[in-house]
Each structure stands twice: as structure tokens, then as C-alpha cells.
């Protein structure tokens, strides 16, 4: 069993409190750290903790704690971190890890120094069709990737500190982009570098600083493309979407907003339906089991299973710290307006990912570029003469 302190008591602290005291059924949430007195001590009482307190430190400390879960605003990761270092205890973040990817190096750097266990919490990856999408293309499903784009977009975020660009670090891109670039690095390969970034984005409608819409495209080593869509001016809910391209195939996922779970409610006795719903009446989408859909319970299972087995869990602070230098190579190319190159001053992953693209020969002459049945009951074939380069068409 693992006693828990969770660092937060707000929206996704709930989420994962939930998730934790869910799915293995064993581990136990003991104690909580919240900035608001009132707010520690109501989610100590509605998940039985033993402590609460506005002392981050004293919580982290606590000898009834064996790991650490920050669920805190961006700003505040950081310290929380560094005070599980202090305090030699396992330490589970949530995204994005940094504000920058020198704040996330640097937690990444302590906790090695420090040698403990660290966590990524980046729950789209495990969600229940991410996983079985990605042991498809691992298995090679879809041949080689061309290409991974992932889409995220809702009204926008609960909580005031996210609307704040010094505290938040960013705006959507950093928040909602966070998903999408390590959504894409898993569907392309983790061991392939990304190597630069071109992206658009912009303050189209909310009154702030930071960005509330953008779009980014990211080359990898390999030649495949990511590409992030975000936005927080999306009305209707939240989006989720993936689309993957590769040589042999290609695959489409929709969690959230269009589940295959339509209901239309006139809102009179309506009560909670999926995170992001922005009304109770008219037509809604609900989620079957937000917690499992979302990836929190087989997260947090991963998480645990590589502490309990003094293994790596399949999300690092050092998956958080790559996330961090791929969106800010982002932000530096939405200034600029030009591909922008991923600085990368510890990479561990391989030397020389790119992949040599293969040509599908026809014969001893000739290389295939497409083949088909026409409607009119012939076979018809693009060719292209090795020597020459001549292209020709063939039909049978």
C-alpha cells in the first residue's frame, strides 16, 4: 500500500484522488496540502486523510508519507519537487512538468541527484484506447509513421492561475499542447528526436496575456511530422482527437466529446455530464467512466507498479522535460514566424533515429507508386523506371 500526500485539493486533485482510491483499491491518500485552510480541511473529511495543512512542507515530510502527488498550479511544481528531494519521497507530477524546459531539467536533475522515484502524470497516454492504438503501431499495424497529430480544445480552464501568464507559464499551448506533443512522441517513437518546430498561435477572443489558440507542427528525426491543435475558444465541450498516418495503415481515436453517448436532457433536473460541458440542457455527451477514459486509473497503476518493482514508469520527469523543450521551440517559433530548432542539451534517446525511406520495388525495373481496382473491373498500376525515372502507367 501507498500513503499519498496529495499536493492540491482542487479539480485535478479530486481526479486523482478518485483515481487512487479507485483502481488498485490498497492505497490510501493521508494527507493533504492546500493554500486554503477551509479547502484542506474538506478534502481531508471527503477522502478520509489523517493530516491537512497550508505547510506544504510539513505535509511532504509527514512520516505517513511514501510518495508525493503534486496537483498544483505550474508556478508551485518547482518547490514541491524540490522539497520531496529534500525529504527523500517519491514524487508524482502532474502536467506539464515546467513552465520552461530549463525549470523541468532541473526538477528532473534533483531527482536523480536525490535518487528517487519520479513520475510524469500525463493521463492521455493512458487512456484506454491510446494504449490499444499504441501496441497496434508498436506492433507495426501501421508500418512506419509518416505522421501523429493530436487535437485538444474546450471553453478553456477552471482555475484562475491558469488565465495568469507568469504563474501558468503559457497559455493553451503549455497547458492543453503539454497532451499533444507526448501523445504524437509516443505514436512516432520516444527514442526519436524531435528536431524543429513551426507553429502559429494567437489571442483570438479571451481577455489575457497568453495565447488562446494555436497550431504547431513538429519534424522528427525519423522525417514523421506531430502536429498539435489546441485552443481554449473551442464551444461545446472538450475535444479530444488523434489521428495517425503510416505506410501500411492508419488509425483515428475520439475520446471525449463524441463518445457513441448521445442524450438530450431539457436540464431541469441535470447534474454533472463530462468535464468541459459548457450547458445542462440540449443535446450531451456523456462519459461512460471519466476517471478510466481519461487514463487516470491506468496511470496511476503504471506508476505504482514501477515504484513497487524499482522500475521506470513508461512516463519520466525526463518524457515532461522533452514535452517542455518541444513548446517552447514552439513559442520561440510563434514569435519569429520560422522553423524553430528543439534545444536539447540532454538527450537519451537514440544517436541516429532517422529511418531511410524505402521504395516498393515492382520488378527488377521498375518501383510500385500505387496499384488499384478500377470500377470498370481492371488493375491499374503507377510505375516509375528505377534507372530512368520515367513514369509510366500499366493496367491488367
Given at each position: 500500500m501507498q500513503k499519498i500526500a496529495m499536493l492540491g485539493s482542487g479539480f485535478i486533485g479530486r481526479f486523482y484522488a478518485d483515481a487512487l482510491l479507485g483502481q488498485r483499491s490498497k492505497d490510501k491518500v493521508t494527507g493533504i496540502y492546500s493554500r486554503r485552510e477551509e479547502q484542506a480541511r474538506k478534502f481531508a473529511a471527503d477522502y478520509g486523510c489523517?493530516?491537512?495543512?497550508?505547510?506544504?512542507?510539513?505535509?511532504?515530510?509527514?512520516?505517513?508519507?511514501?510518495?508525493?502527488?503534486?496537483?498544483?498550479?505550474?508556478?508551485l511544481h518547482a518547490e514541491a519537487v524540490d522539497l520531496c528531494c529534500k525529504h527523500g519521497k517519491a514524487v508524482l507530477c502532474t502536467k506539464p512538468l515546467g513552465r520552461t524546459a530549463s525549470e523541468a531539467l532541473a526538477m528532473l536533475q534533483a531527482c536523480e541527484k536525490a535518487g528517487i522515484f519520479h513520475g510524469y502524470l500525463e493521463d492521455l497516454v493512458y487512456t484506454p484506447k491510446f494504449l490499444k492504438a499504441e501496441a497496434s503501431i508498436?506492433?507495426?499495424?501501421l508500418g512506419r509513421i509518416l505522421w501523429a497529430k493530436s487535437r485538444e480544445a474546450h471553453p478553456g480552464p477552471h482555475s484562475d492561475?491558469?488565465?495568469?501568464?507568469?504563474?501558468?507559464?503559457?497559455?493553451?499551448?503549455?497547458?492543453?499542447?503539454?497532451?499533444?506533443?507526448?501523445?504524437?512522441?509516443?505514436?512516432?517513437?520516444k527514442d526519436v528526436r524531435p528536431l524543429e518546430v513551426m507553429c502559429w498561435a494567437d489571442t483570438q477572443v479571451k481577455p489575457i496575456a497568453a495565447e488562446d489558440h494555436a497550431i504547431g507542427l513538429v519534424k522528427y528525426d525519423s522525417g514523421a511530422i506531430g502536429q498539435f491543435e489546441v485552443s481554449w475558444?473551442?464551444?461545446?465541450?472538450?475535444?479530444?482527437?488523434d489521428e495517425v498516418m503510416g505506410t501500411?495503415?492508419?488509425?483515428?481515436?475520439n475520446s471525449f466529446l463524441r463518445t457513441g453517448f448521445d442524450l438530450f436532457t431539457t436540464g431541469r433536473n441535470a447534474t454533472y455530464m463530462a468535464e468541459k460541458s459548457e450547458s445542462a440542457s440540449g443535446w450531451q455527451f456523456p462519459v461512460g467512466d471519466e476517471l478510466n477514459d481519461l487514463g487516470y486509473n491506468h496511470m496511476f497503476t503504471d506508476m505504482f507498479r514501477a515504484l513497487e518493482s524499482g522500475a521506470a514508469p513508461s512516463e519520466t520527469f525526463y518524457d515532461g522535460y522533452v514535452v517542455n523543450a518541444i513548446l517552447d521551440a514552439a513559442y520561440a517559433s510563434s514569435r519569429t514566424k520560422l522553423w524553430e530548432p528543439v534545444a536539447l542539451p540532454v538527450w537519451r534517446g537514440s544517436a541516429d533515429s532517422h529511418v531511410a525511406r524505402e521504395l516498393v520495388s515492382f520488378d527488377d525495373d521498375y518501383y510500385l507508386i500505387k496499384e488499384e481496382q478500377t470500377h470498370f473491373g481492371v488493375t491499374k498500376r503507377i510505375l516509375k523506371h528505377k534507372r530512368t525515372g520515367a513514369?509510366?502507367?500499366?493496367?491488367a
Open positions: 489523517n493530516h491537512a495543512s497550508t505547510d506544504m512542507e510539513a505535509v511532504i515530510a509527514h512520516p505517513d508519507v511514501s510518495v508525493v502527488c503534486i496537483a498544483l498550479p505550474n508556478y508498436r506492433s507495426g499495424a492561475w491558469f488565465w495568469d501568464l507568469e504563474k501558468a507559464g503559457g497559455g493553451c499551448m503549455l497547458d492543453l499542447g503539454c497532451h499533444c506533443v507526448e501523445i504524437a512522441r509516443n505514436f512516432i517513437g475558444t473551442f464551444r461545446g465541450g472538450m475535444d479530444l482527437r501500411e495503415g492508419t488509425l483515428w481515436l513514369i509510366i502507367e500499366q493496367t
